[in-house]
């Protein structure tokens, strides 16, 4: 990988680590801190979700006129606000106002860092889209790790610790992005495409993105079951805390140590992105098939090591397609969409799931879950019908993973 790359991995690990302080102990704080009842501590957490979603957008609008620098700095300096406003006042009120600053800043950060990414190594395909996917895991893995740690001392210095990772951030980013310079190749901002600046040719590459980003969107409605239902299940089952625990740290081991092994098996038997979300998919809708069957942890360790084989596949080739299929100086916009799609899934998966396993039973939700994913195979299928077949089409297996 170039420098260039590199130096966006290590903020984006930093970003994260200073995030990951905050979402595990979210609805810990609410209701165990401040004395809300869960039903309080979910819909903070949806307004936390939901500005995460208009700073997507926003900030994927921002990189598109203001560049990758400026946006990065902007949503630097709102979440870092936020985290140390929070470390002094942190009653509830406060709290939810700042958890949506929080969410909104880190929501403009996220897409400008993704097509900040695949602007500097337009020639890299799949590999710095998927550089900042495991960086992103990394980073969760230490923030949560560290968060506790933090927690288990003194609960208010956690906010003060999510501050300064964003202070140490602000200070990588201002000293070390403002030297990146996007580069122009084939491969990137849809010039693998119809080389029209025409409206239609746009509104059909648009329109392709959010064909595509259907099949995401059910993707993570599906895969935030883990976070939520499948945690209340397993505990309904007498798994303890500490093994569903290892589940997810299990999940980011394999995300960091296997990519080799990932490489390996898309240079040699996947020759497209299209393939590459085909087999995602099939790999999801098993996991969720051995999950139908689970009452014992080591069922459930079986459905985890198969999901995060799935998500390897699927997650790192949707913003790829999306940069390939952006027109010139909508990189940003379109990766912000990828993102708030993704956010979505996040904010509905939990009432969808919550309320399927309450009327129907969570055998009946993972059987549901499992036939959804078939719309994914449809929509990858047909999103790029009415364009030329560009990039995303084409063969990646020399780009690696």
Known sequence: MPKALWLLVVGMIINVTGASFIWPLNTIYIHGELGRSLTIAGTVLVFNA??????????????????????????????????????VFNHFEAYVILLIGLGFGAGIIIPSMYALAGSVWPE??????????????VGVSLGTALAGLVA??????????NGLMYTLFLVIAFFGFRYLQPKKDVSSSG????????????????????????????????????????????????????????????????????????????????HSLKSQIYIGLSVFMVAYLILTQAEIFTAFLAAMIVLTIGEMFVWPAVPTIAH???????????????????TGGRMIGPLFGGFMADVFGMQALFYVLVALFIIGFVTTSIYDRRIDKGPSNQTVAREGA
């Open 124 to 137: 890299g395909g799949r590999r710095p889209f998927n550089a900042i996917y495991v960086a992103q895991n």
């Open 191 to 270: 010039s693998g495409l119809l080389q029209t600046d025409g409206i239609q040719e746009h509104k059909k590459r648009f329109r392709a993105l959010l064909i595509l980003c259907v099949g995401f969107l059910i993707s993570w409605i599906a895969y935030v079951q883990w976070q939520t239902t499948v945690s209340v299940h397993t505990q309904d089952l007498g798994i303890p805390l500490s093994q569903y625990s290892l589940l997810w740290t299990i999940n980011g081991a394999m995300i960091v140590f296997c990519q080799p092994f990932m490489r390996m098996f898309i240079q040699r038997w996947v």
């Open 50 to 87: 939901g500005a995460g979603m208009v700073g997507n957008l926003i900030g994927g609008y921002l990189f598109d006129r203001i560049g990758g620098y400026r946006s990065i700095l902007l949503g630097i300096m709102v979440t870092m606000a936020s985290a140390f406003t929070l470390a």
């Open 324 to 342: 390939q299929l952006a027109p010139e100086g909508k990189a940003g916009l379109f990766q912000g969409i990828v993102n708030s799609v993704a």
């Open 152 to 161: 288990s001392y003194r609960f208010d210095l956690v906010f003060l610790a």
